[in-house]
């Protein structure tokens, strides 16, 4: 078994995808420079966003990839931990609020 269930070296499998399809996966990647760049929001903030979405998406690639671009920003342990459990939270409280409809299928 790997380390990960993902293996580690996945992203070189994009080579191909963008090889398939070069004017998406340049839009693509174009969209994301832009997403990622200084505005409103920090880069330090963006990536600290990133990093819970990265684990309510689970996404094993973007977990590591955007806790080292938080970090390069200037974010804290502290920081990314804490909005780990901000995600936590939101994973919860999705489930949470999806027992409604078990609730209401109860009924039936």
Known sequence: ???????????KHLQRLMDL?????????TFNQKVFAEGRL???AKELVAV???????CP?????????????GATDEEISEVIF??????????FAHSCISMESLKR
């Open 61 to 73: 690639y973007c977990i590591d990839s955007h806790i080292q671009k938080a970090k390069q920003a």
């Open 1 to 11: 078994m790997s380390e990960f269930f993902y293996p580690k070296d996945g992203p």
């Open 21 to 29: 399809n070069r004017d998406l996966f340049n839009a693509f990647v």
């Open 42 to 44: 920090s880069i330090k």
């Open 52 to 58: 819970a979405c990265a684990h309510i998406t689970r």
């Open 86 to 95: 901000v995600a936590v939270a939101m994973n919860a409280g999705a489930s």
